[in-house]
């Protein structure tokens, strides 16, 4: 039987890394528990047993329990050595520093790979032909790629140019291992790769996030997506948010380097694990599409951040930039390309081209708002055939940021909030018990207070009403009594919390009330809402209109359309067509600066109402 | 006074690197002289008395004499330790193996960097444009690209493209620098660099042979050459004949970019001279030219060579192909242009479309043919509007190899050999005591020993003459006996020597005979005979004719041009018209391949007689 806890008691620091969150623990409680309380997902299979290990960690710092039996069987003495533990079974002795690797912590990560495909016809930016070239000899003594352009034009093919360095390393050893049978793989008129003949050729979309990475295999010919994979973006060891990461480039010289670096290898494996998953071969990938937020694209394509952390904000780049997967170090076929869509601004990035794509706002006859929520939310009105965008300042409130009890969406998060004739109801992931909040479970819960008139139009709480109580730090609601929650700590909303989502609603609204004002139009002119991204497809839609984040609309007016960036890199990659729209609407897309905004501050102070 | 020479007495062997040549050395005589005995220059300003430092060496292996007080006055103890030595005060005492740096190597090797230069307009590559830019406001907040494209339509150059990630990733620093004053250097419609504004624009063009490379830095706008430079060519560590290093390419893994990265080095090397020369800063260069014979070309950009070396020879590349300093590592600006001329065949490279540039082949409307003599003589014949070429396997005894006394054009080469009236007249490079015989010198050997009566059509020597000796070898003439030469041996032509001279103008005589019949025409219809390449330069022209390797033509038809192929590189650098033509040329050129050509064998043994 595992000893479970030591019998040390007092209160410790456990700091949690790559994601740099910090948390008290009670003397005795599990690695586990305490990355639970600090609303990370460790992954626990057989929770918390000890047999299934999943739960790895290492410990950087600090001391924590001996190992257990059960960690003996795990981990070769050298592994212990080096700090390598189970989490369900090691317990913090003192203040320590806990490393999480991806594969312990992503798989109870929520990550959205799949979202609303807006229909096309497949017609992929590349084309094969299945070349039976004659060998060389005295007599014919062409250049290898004389010999192939020749071939090609044959083929009904003139004018292919093969220019790229890598195409030609690999050329001359392709022909002579196939026998002169190769398949010749052009993007336009470049050839790309050479295959062995009718071997299918597959695509990579890529949706970088600031928080997650999703990456889509595709089969080129037939439009099918063979797997999907999501992962943690890695270079949240550098911090969170994109200042930090930002900052860290300035601060060290090969900073943008190694976020580039660490990116790129976390991709490699996304794409190993992604093959493997198809029984496919990563050279089969002839070509990728990458969209992310500007910062992201920058980073991904290492171009210079700096500028985008202080005002004016502008990217270094705004145009579609066409990479080669050899100068990226991506490994897939060595000359695919790489697609970046464009920038349309520093706060508006090539995933908001990706979602504009997806869903053809840039077609629509119709008046149509599109939100792409997140710490920072992109928002474009399609109106008269225009295109204007804003980025709104939301904060982390709906990522679990900011908010004491907040966590990620993750086992154990209060994901819904309601509140019926005076009774209180939660529900969590999982249906496990409950150890924090998460930004859909928060948002229902500052609605479904003032509901209740709980809280006041200001967001403050009354007095007086049940399940509040007075603390240091001002009037609480207590959402989960401490004997009710999982970590035996009650689980409360603050005053603080409130305004948390008050400033994160407000910046919103205030981004649409201002897109209509711009186009001289009212909610009431807009067709349909379009609510992208991973926290808009678990909100509670009655939840966001009632403490006006969103328009009050009647609920058939919005559409809740999963993740449209990576859906829109999908798109842009099975087809030619999609992929020019998408180079043209980042230029056609009008930039609406809130900030600068006539009545941009009044707006915002009415818009913190709820 | 220092010590020049130990009391040990007996014969050791010295291995020079990079060359890589072995030489037995009298015990006692100095590293200096056991260099020169092997043909090999070593810079020595002040004749070997130790006080201009110029022949530093390093001893890799052996013993050689203490370090001399002027050794000491030079090199520091850790120095010393190191095995740097000066090459005038040290002797072997034991076999030793000792590296030459290029600085003390490569001054006294005859290096042409001059040639004939047909005249062009001067119409550079790119194109410079002086941008006074407005800041980035919050109510301007286009990205740094588009600000750039913008400003470039104002000035004229509408649609250009900024799409190569060097660029883009300086472009954001590079307008903060210059507080938005920048001058953008566009190659057609691409950026490809930023300067401060009214920064000269310039160019690099280099020719990269087996055994040497030259290099020139040029004014793009004014079309100076500002400065020149030559070295030996690294890769001669790894054989001094191509088929030697295509070997290593295949037997090491990493050997193909080995060499290639021993070439940028040294190019980087010679770049950063000709800018202190010049007094200009490297990122200056913002477009460069590079030509080489088809296996330096693929070596250089880092292309399989192994299909070079055996039948049927067919390159990897033959078309022109743009390449970027960045993706070669080359030090000038790290998005200009480089842009390697096409290839004809798998002898017949870059660097001989460069001669036909320089040489005006490609639009002449006289009959000419152009020669460039090496151990591979490339030879194109112009006529009627069209162009022919083909390859000869003249081998190594014009570069002083395989001939027993044989050495490179260096100080003590014997360079011109005539007899008259039965005298012998000797003439060495630098006037320096005769220390072997160079390529120049051999071809006069041989012309003036047949027209003396001492050789016979055959080749053999005649037994009885004045000046012959019978060795286990055979009959030998002895050019000086061993009392005059500078190392105390004998120089002398055996009959191997004459058959190497035999081999070689059979080849090259065989290969104009060839190209003259394929185009049903005679020697005599040639209205001109160009000849390049170093050693083109320096041979007697009546000593060829007189051994049959060229036509028996009056002089006056004979034109010895230098090193074209640095020339046709400079011209295609400082003309966009050169450069246009340079690309058609070897789509023009037909290939005659010698060794399936009707008559081949007869041919080229009738070319044997002398």
Known sequence: MP???????????VEFQPIGRRVPVEGGSTLLRAAQQAGLGIVALCGGDGWCESCRVRIEHGNVTPPTDSERAVFSPQLLDDGWRLACQAAPLTDARVSIPPESLDALQRLQVEGRLASVAVEPLVQAYDLHLSPPTLQD????????????????????????????????????????????????SRLVATLPTAC???????????????????????????????????????????????????????????????????????????????????????????????????????????????????????HALLMRASELGLQIAPGACVDLLPNIAGYVGADHVAVILAAELWNSARTLLAIDIGTNTEITLAAGGTLSSCSCASGPAFEGAHIRDGMRAAPGAIEHVQIKDGEL????????????ICGSGILDAVAALRGAGILNEKGAIRRGEARTRETVDGLEY?????????HGRPITISRNDVNEVQLAKAAIRTGIDILLDHASLSAGDLDEILIAGAFG??????????????????????KQIGNAAGMGAKLALLSRTALVEATRIAGRVQYVELTTYPGFQSKFLKNMYL
């Open 425 to 436: 109801f939660l529900s969590t992931i999982d249906s496990r018990p409950p150890i924090g």
């Open 200 to 318: 299918p050729l597959l695509g990579l979309a890529v949706d970088i996030g600031t928080t997650k990475v999703a990456a889509y295999l595709v089969d080129l010919e037939a439009g099918d997506t063979l797997a999907k994979s999501g992962a943690m973006n890695p270079q949240i060891a550098f911090g969170e948010d994109l200042i930090s990461r930002i900052g860290y480039t300035e601060r060290v010289p090969a900073g943008r380097a190694q976020l580039q670096r660490m990116l790129i290898d976390t991709l490699n494996e996304m794409i190993a694990a992604l093959c493997s998953e198809a029984s496919v071969e990563p050279w089969q990938i002839v070509q990728a599409v990458v969209v992310g937020n500007t910062a992201m694209h920058h980073l991904f394509a290492g171009l210079p951040v700096e500028q985008l952390a202080r005002a004016p904000y502008v990217p270094a780049l705004s």
């Open 141 to 188: 003594q062409r250049a290898d790629d004389e010999r192939v352009k020749e071939a090609l034009e044959e083929a009904g093919r003139p004018g292919v140019v093969i220019d790229e360095l890598v195409v030609l390393e690999h050329l001359s050893r392709h022909l002579r291992q196939n026998h002169w049978d190769v398949r010749a793989v052009l993007r336009d």
């Open 3 to 13: 000893t479970k806890s030591s019998p040390s008691s007092g209160r410790v620091t």
């Open 478 to 486: 207590v959402l989960v009594p401490s004997g009710q929650s999982g």
């Open 537 to 558: 497809t678990y909100i509670d839609l009655t939840s966001a209109v009632a403490i006006g984040m969103l328009p009050g609309l009647p609920r058939e007016h919005f």
